[in-house]
């Protein structure tokens, strides 16, 4: 298995499947309302950095840095396609988000997941994440998670 990750534009087709697929998921699980979807205009911004994992070449999975200009940036779009699933796939972007972060000198990493991904909660908590309020524009929602990690 040759799996890489690395920063790339999100503007590829195989990627706009994958944000597809993503989207299809979220909607699948919660109200409009609870999804807080960034799309490509967000992704191709200066201060995001949008990683891609490919499996022999393949894309099988993304994460985005989005930097909130005060020390801290927020996970996004973090999906693995469904095939390859098991493959740590996630595990590895996680790795290199968190690497990037360290580059930029940044304080520490938040995101918000919805309360029925257990798979991605127990992928964050094992990265050291914990529970925080909400941050940013995000306003409480009992089908939300938001969760940080210091840096330093």
Known sequence: MSVTVALESPRQ?????????????????????????????????????FFVARNAGAIVGCAALVEAGDGTAE?????????????????????RLEERARELGLDA???????YQP??????????????RPFGSYLPDPLSLFMEKRLK
């Open 109 to 115: 990493l938040r995101l918000e997941t919805g309360i």
């Open 119 to 132: 798979e991605a909660i127990g992928l964050y908590r094992k990265y050291g994440y914990a529970d925080i």
């Open 75 to 95: 996970i996004k779009r973090m999906f693995v396609d469904l095939e390859a699933r098991g493959l740590k796939i996630a595990s590895r972007l996680m790795d």
């Open 13 to 49: 087709p195989e990627i706009i499947r994958l944000l597809d697929l993503s989207d299809a998921y979220a909607q699948s699980l919660y109200p409009a309302e609870s999804n807080h979807l960034v799309g490509l205009s967000t992704l191709e911004k200066p201060a995001v950095s």
